[in-house]
């Protein structure tokens, strides 16, 4: 008999998931997710900070104030904070803005040749105020406390001691001198969302200020007992301008540029500190008695009470006779380690990565850069000066152009007319580059080619080209006069044009 097996059934898997049509395969759903959303312990432990206070909540008075009280204190302490701090002031300021006047450019040539001499003279008395409010100094202070605060409050006033015709004078306050009175604690919202009053600051249902809380005596001062509301008084927000770094939406007051950074400047101190003193101990002991020999009965028996720290005093050039089982050896100085340099310059990049500045303009150190590297590292340092002047012009320096000009055309309304459309724009210190000749050759090639012009070229180095043209022209009228031969133009390319593409070690 033959028997006949039968076919093995096969196993059906039914999924739960997804299956394309047409086909019997198993296909497993993908599961993804963010790392950073994971409700893990070793996350929850990391991320136990994190929040979602709104942006003033989460910049509260109480916690500015610490920022601020702690920010102060390291750059009072830490040197290469104070340094940073002092360079990035001077960088974006350097002598201070220069105010520079033109006429549209649809004007006709010969209105543009009537105004020139005008808008020279508007431009010659903004200097002379500028000049006589210490401007320049004015803003140097505002962006160091800006970057180390968070912000600065300018206040105009009428100050009869200007030698100008222009009275407006500024006055600096810091961030604890504008704040909402001591009771107030909940805060008052119009129906846009916008708060009626937060931290000092008053706004309107479109969110610009109206006015500003100022206390007469800053509340920090030690001449200070009880502070009230009547202490304080209200300025209209037209008298003040409110210079500050604001970052995330529904932000109303700054923060520190630093705060992020604050913990590794308090590192670095603390290191150093640490590694100052171990090598401090090492250095002080001149040397170590040890031995290895057994201890006898006797000693046990009558045991010598020791003291700890026992100095015997050497004299200089002479030798040392010791017992028996008894050596000398000098403390081994393990600190600072041969990583000592690379810890410092880690902390000083990561101190001034927040303000976008080079580690060798931190460092007041570029031993370690060579010339395409130092360029590279200073181009996002200089974008970023860039961006701060054209923020410091918006705010600051439009606001004062504004009131100036309202003050001056009553005293020379000759220089005025508002048929005639006029712009300005505000020069600045330019960057010294590494290789002079280099860039005097590229600014040549750039000039020739008409890809530039040379009010784009004069800009860069902050001079106003009308005024470069004139003394030019000075110049070679005062040669000829004299008898001087005006300077040729090179015929044909030097050996440095010819080389400067070549690369640098």
């Not at 701090?85 to 006709?108: F, W, Y």
């Not at 504008?178 to 708060?195: E, I, K, N, Q, R």
């Not at 004069?458 to 080209?465: I, L, P, S």
Request: net charge negative; with cysteine; glycine share 6%.
């Amino acid at each position: 008999m033959t028997v006949k097996s039968k076919p093995k059934s096969k196993a059906v898997v039914k999924s739960t998931g997804p299956v394309t049509p047409g086909r019997g395969d198993f296909i497993f759903p993908v599961r993804g997710k963010f790392d950073a959303a994971s409700r893990e312990a070793e996350s929850s432990r990391h991320w136990q900070g994190a929040d979602f206070l709104s942006a003033d909540a989460a910049m509260a008075p109480s916690i500015r104030h610490i920022i601020i009280s702690r920010a102060r204190y390291e750059a009072a302490n830490n040197g290469y904070c104070e340094g940073i701090l002092k360079t990035l002031a001077d960088d974006v300021i350097g002598t201070g803005p220069r105010l520079q006047l033109s006429l549209c450019e649809n004007e006709e040539d010969d209105i543009v040749l009537e105004w020139e001499t005008r808008l020279n003279r508007r431009e010659a008395r903004w200097r002379k105020w500028a000049k006589a409010v210490h401007l320049a100094k004015t803003l140097k202070m505002a962006r160091r406390s800006k970057a180390l605060d968070g912000e600065v409050f300018l206040m105009k006033n009428n100050n009869p001691r200007i030698r100008s015709h222009v009275k407006i004078g500024i006055d600096t306050f810091e961030a604890e001198q504008v704040g909402s009175a001591f009771h107030s604690t909940l805060t008052d919202f119009h129906s846009t969302g916008v708060p009626k009053e937060f931290d000092g600051i008053e706004y309107d249902q479109h969110g610009n200020p109206i006015a500003y809380r100022f206390w007469r005596i800053h509340p920090g001062s030690s001449s200070v007992g009880s502070v009230t509301t009547a202490d304080s008084y209200m300025v209209k927000a037209e008298n003040v301008i409110h210079y500050a770094n604001i970052w995330r939406p529904g932000q109303h007051r700054g923060i520190s540029e630093i705060a992020s950074t604050l913990p590794g400047f308090n590192d670095l101190r603390r290191f150093t500190t640490a590694v100052l003193a171990a090598a401090e101990v090492a250095a002080e002991i001149s040397f170590i008695l040890s031995s290895n020999a057994p201890v006898d009965d006797e000693d046990v028996k009558n045991p010598v009470p020791l003291t700890p720290g026992t100095v015997i005093d050497l004299c200089r050039n002479a030798g040392i006779a010791l017992p028996a089982g008894w050596t000398a050896s000098q403390m081994k100085a393990e600190q600072p380690t041969s990583t000592h340099s690379d810890f410092v310059k880690t902390k000083i990049r990561e101190a001034a990565r927040p303000l976008s500045m080079a580690m060798n303009v931190a460092m007041g150190d570029s031993s370690g850069y060579n010339y395409a590297s130092g360029r590279l590292d200073h181009q996002t340092y200089f974008r970023a000066i860039r961006n701060e002047r054209a923020d410091i012009g918006e705010v600051i320096l439009d606001d004062l152009l504004h009131d100036f000009e309202a003050i001056d055309r009553v005293f020379f309304p000759e220089d005025y007319d508002d048929s005639i459309e006029t712009e300005h724009e505000w020069m600045w210190d330019g960057f010294d580059h590494v290789d002079p000749v280099k860039e005097a050759n590229a600014q040549k090639i750039r000039l020739a080619s008409g890809t530039t012009t040379l009010a784009d070229e004069c800009a860069k180095d902050g001079k106003d080209w009308s005024r470069v043209l004139r003394q030019v022209a000075r110049e070679n009228r005062m040669r000829i006069k004299l008898g001087i031969p005006t300077p040729e133009q090179p015929g044909s390319e030097s050996a440095t044009t010819r080389n400067e593409d070549e690369d640098d070690e």
